[in-house]
Structures are given as structure tokens and as C-alpha cells.
């Protein structure tokens, strides 16, 4: 098992989550499994379990290395903050 991630506790402000533009262009569900997905992510950011249960990417490891590079390629452009996802 690995260790939880640093919550950062001298901190009173809620974790704010944003969905960058394209994020979920690979995904491959249902429109309804992206909602609960996204759902899920809302409600483990708020409770601290998203902590509890996430972990540092490990750029040795290939996998994490190949997530890094995607994330990186995805974050380029910069996030706006305006943005919100229409989802059909």
C-alpha cells in the first residue's frame, strides 16, 4: 500500500477541483459513467478521501511517466478558469 499524499493541513480552504478543457477526451464510457466519474472526484475532493486514496506519480515508472506526459501535454495551453465542460 502506499502512503497518503501530504493534505497540506495548515490549510482552511476547500480543494478546488478543475476539469481541464480536453481532459476526458479519451475516456470511454457512457456520458452517465463520466458524470458519476466526475461526481466521485467532486465528492473525494471535498470529504479528503481523494488524499486517502490518491498517490504521487513516479516519473521512473514508465506508466506514470506516460500520464505525466499526457498531463503536460494537456495543461500546455493553460486552464481557463472560465471554461466549463458542456457535456451532450
Known amino acids: 500500500m502506499h502512503?497518503?499524499?501530504?493534505?497540506?493541513?495548515?490549510?482552511d480552504q476547500?480543494?478546488?477541483?478543475?476539469?481541464a478543457p480536453?481532459?476526458?477526451?479519451?475516456?470511454?464510457?457512457?456520458?452517465e459513467e463520466l458524470d458519476e466519474m466526475m461526481a466521485d472526484i467532486m465528492r473525494m475532493a471535498a470529504n479528503g478521501e481523494i488524499f486517502e486514496k490518491g498517490r504521487v506519480l513516479d516519473i521512473d515508472d514508465p506508466e506514470d511517466?506516460?500520464?505525466i506526459e499526457m498531463i503536460e501535454g494537456?495543461?500546455?495551453?493553460g486552464i481557463d478558469e472560465?471554461?466549463?465542460?458542456?457535456l451532450q
Open 14 to 19: 476547500p480543494l478546488k477541483v478543475i476539469f
Open 74 to 77: 494537456k495543461l500546455e495551453g
Open 82 to 86: 472560465d471554461y466549463v465542460r458542456k
Open 22 to 31: 480536453g481532459c476526458f477526451d479519451a475516456f470511454e464510457g457512457t456520458q
Open 3 to 11: 502512503e497518503p499524499i501530504d493534505t497540506n493541513e495548515n490549510t
Open 65 to 67: 511517466a506516460a500520464m
